[in-house]
């Protein structure tokens, strides 16, 4: 059979599953009159890289500056040939109107060990599609920008791209504007032409204006990304995605993927296992038509498995499975167990449901209990 290499499925993967018993009666909710808990503080950040010094122009690194380059360039680059931009670059959190201008310069830092970080929260800002990270070389007219539309945002070529990219839909599409964009679409559309950029292996250019054209280039020739770009200007949330790029999940028959994966359940120590999975055919489940995936060595059970699944643009969708004693599975699908476009180090919640239906009296109590299911994925 076909083995193909390079698929996420061959890459080493984490699954967390914690499900918890929770009693057949009600529960309060703790009662009144406490003072709520300050909530989360939103901070983006993210390093900042450039074709050498085409961006900033500040005094020669130090070597210290130099070796950290070398080491944050090799573990952070999408675009080979770009490096950090040197430390006290200036960068810059604005807002920007449909023709990407400037209207607003709302917060600014500096680059420190090429990265930068603003504190969302104590701005009194959320993230927004019409707010950017911002580093620009006055000398040169030369910017970068970055939408800050999550809290790890790295401004580089790739980002730049994803602005122009949007920015030029509004222009295309009449009637269009940047608020028509999600912050959950603007999300992945800097994700996906990323990881467009690491898929295809695209190097930095003679210039930054070069680097950012071949990305963009490469953009216009994936019918899914583009057809993604356009959906995502109308209006609300689209039900399009980019679609899977770099084909990291192949779904064609007879691919075969061997990997290793790590079970943790509550209150057991962690278990590392082998397993593999193939794709043996097709079944119409509920009326769709869906992929079967054999896989030999299930959640490490020792036995093999079935799964039905669906690729779309979005992801995958999980359909059910041939365990018969599988009672939660049937509770949760169809389940989206990918997203597209997929994040490096990003960890991704699957199943977050409480008081699931349950055959089980495992507390003795007579009577069946009910279960919560927590499922991560990164």
């Not at 690491?198 to 070069?210: K, R």
């Not at 084909?247 to 079970?263: I, S």
Request: glycine share 12%.
């Amino acid at each position: 059979m076909n083995t193909p290499t390079g698929t996420l499925w061959t890459v080493v993967g984490t699954l967390v599953l914690s499900m918890a018993l929770s009693a057949c009666g009600g529960g309060g909710d703790g009662g009144g009159g406490s003072t709520p808990a300050a909530g989360p503080q939103v901070v983006v950040s993210g390093a900042v890289q450039a074709p050498g010094g085409q961006v900033a122009m500040f005094r020669e690194a130090t070597i210290w500056q130099q070796m950290i380059g070398v080491w944050l360039s090799e573990a952070m680059a999408t675009v080979s040939g770009v490096s950090p931009v040197p430390d006290g670059t200036p960068v810059q959190l604005v807002r920007i109107n449909d023709a990407g201008n400037v209207v607003a310069m709302l917060a600014s830092t500096t680059v420190s060990g090429g990265r930068y970080s603003f504190n969302l929260t104590s701005l009194g800002l959320t993230l927004s599609g019409n707010l950017v990270i911002r580093v620009a070389n006055p000398a040169t007219g030369v910017q970068m920008r970055a939408f800050a539309v999550g809290t790890s945002v790295n401004v580089d070529p790739t980002s730049e791209a994803a602005v122009r990219l949007v920015l030029e839909q509004i222009v295309l599409i009449p009637g269009t504007t940047l608020t028509q964009f999600t912050v959950s679409e603007l999300s992945d559309i800097s994700a996906a032409v990323s990881q467009l950029a690491t898929v295809q292996q695209i190097a930095a250019g003679l210039n930054f204006e070069s680097t950012v054209m071949t990305i963009k280039n490469a953009v216009s020739a994936e019918a899914e990304l583009t057809a993604f770009l356009t959906a995502a200007a109308g209006n609300g949330q689209t039900t399009e995605g980019p679609g899977d790029v770099g084909n990291y999940f192949p779904f064609e028959q007879g691919n075969t993927w061997r990997y290793q994966g790590t079970v943790s359940l509550t209150g057991t120590p962690t278990v590392n296992f082998l397993d593999s999975r193939s794709i043996t055919g097709t079944k119409v489940i509920g009326g769709v038509t869906t992929t079967v995936i054999h896989e030999e060595n299930h959640n490490n059970i020792g036995a093999a498995e079935e799964d039905y699944e669906v690729k779309d643009t979005r992801g995958t969708i999980l359909y059910g499975n041939n365990d018969s004693s599988d009672f939660i599975t049937p509770q949760l699908v169809p389940l989206r167990g990918v997203h597209f476009p997929l994040v490096e180090g990003v960890v991704v919640e699957l199943v977050n449901k409480v008081g699931l239906n349950s055959d089980l009296d495992l507390d003795g109590d007579g009577q069946p209990d009910g279960h919560d299911a927590l499922t991560d994925v990164g």
